[in-house]
């Protein structure tokens, strides 16, 4: 079944100690997003791809990169985790057309910064 | 930035009866989705409005589109305890990002 892969699922780093979050699609879609979710709070854009066109919101520390080596990857990369970074982060694809698109959310990484 | 406001944070109601939550944009959308998330899952589309005062349905679900495609709302007719979940509008301006609302958690008494 076409679907949103992310891995891992659950992730514990250390303060300070870089990690990489990782999203598949099988959905062929050109718009990939990244998004941070705290508990009990609304997804937060961090940025998206249109194709390979990188769109960074204005908000999103400088801590949190992106890398999408091609269509069906999407890479999520934190230099330096902080406590304040722990959170669901859920990857999310589109298909970019007239009249908008749906979002197609993959089931998250929950990370823990200890 | 264009902001997405969502009204209210918690309902909690008893089975059978409805629930209406609203979603308000600082900014003109080109539309605007909702979608469902339940405790420890992740967002599940449920529906997009694009037109103007656009009504859709989907079963007890009713979806309204502002005229001026400002504000949307979704009812739920006689809420059952499958319904229980976050509900989340989210907004589409000029480009491709979405922003949510805060969403609004819904729980249900049997």
């Known amino acids: 079944d076409a679907m949103v892969i992310q891995n891992p699922r659950y992730q514990v780093t250390q303060f300070g100690k870089p990690v990489t979050l990782s999203c598949s699609q099988t959905?062929?879609?050109?718009?990939m997003y990244w998004y941070q979710q705290k508990s009990s709070q609304a997804p937060k854009l961090l940025f998206h791809y249109y194709d390979k066109d990188f769109n960074n919101e204005a908000d999103t520390p400088d801590n949190f990169q992106s890398r999408r080596p091609n269509t069906s990857f999407c890479f999520l990369d934190i230099r330096s985790p902080g406590l304040g970074d722990t959170a669901m982060y859920l990857c999310?694809?589109?298909?970019?057309?007239?009249?908008?698109?749906?979002?197609?959310f993959g089931p998250g990484t929950r990370l823990t910064v200890t | 930035g264009q902001q997405v406001m969502q009204i209210p944070q918690y309902q909690h109601v008893q089975e059978g009866e409805d629930f209406t939550t609203y979603c308000n944009s600082s900014t003109t959308l080109s539309n605007i989705q909702w979608y469902k998330q339940r405790p420890g899952g992740h967002p599940v589309f449920l529906i997009q409005l694009v037109k103007s005062g656009e009504v859709k349905k989907q079963k007890r679900l009713t979806f309204q589109f502002g005229e001026a495609k400002k504000n949307s709302s979704l009812h739920i007719t006689a809420t059952q305890t499958t319904d229980v979940g976050t509900y989340f509008c989210?907004?589409?301006?000029?480009?491709?990002?979405?922003?949510f609302g805060a969403g609004t958690r819904l729980t249900v008494k049997p």
């Open positions: 999310a694809t589109s298909r970019a057309g007239q009249g908008g698109h749906e979002q197609y």
């Open positions: 989210a907004g589409r301006g000029l480009g491709y990002d979405m922003r």
């Open positions: 959905l062929n879609h050109n718009v």
